[in-house]
């Protein structure tokens, strides 16, 4: 079992930059497929990037691609969302989530374990 605890969060201007990190700790991190999500109000939640257990491969939704950056340093057990170009319309509740799995994840259901989430504002 692993524990996600996100922070980073909080209120910029559109345009803005924003750095979200997903701190673990339980089982070992490396063993985790990592993923961001977030939501709306009235919104489903949604895919934003994931990144594989060793750091090598990532994906990203077509919405934050090339704006959004994820990396995972596994010595220090976090997991790190850059976010640039930032948009009002990625105002969310972004939540970082861990799967024991070797490939990438991009579906909610396919997380087993998930964080309580940070808030990000984006004013126009």
């Known amino acids: 079992q692993v524990q996600l605890v996100e922070s980073g969060g909080g209120l910029v201007q559109a345009g803005d930059s924003l750095s979200l990190s997903c701190a673990a700790s339980?089982?070992?991190?490396?063993?985790?497929?990592i993923g961001w999500f977030r939501q709306a109000p009235g919104k489903e939640r949604e895919f934003v990037a994931a990144?594989?257990?060793?750091?090598?491969?990532?994906f990203y939704a077509d919405s934050v691609k090339g704006r959004f950056a994820i990396s995972r340093d596994n010595a220090k057990n976090t997991v790190y969302l850059e976010m640039n170009s930032l948009k009002p319309e990625d105002t969310a509740v972004y939540y970082c989530a861990a799967d024991p799995s070797s490939g990438l994840r991009v579906k909610k259901d396919e997380y087993r374990y998930w964080g309580q989430g940070t808030q990000v504002t984006v004013s126009s």
């Open positions: 339980g089982q070992t991190f490396s063993s985790y497929a």
């Open positions: 990144i594989s257990r060793s750091g090598d491969r990532t």
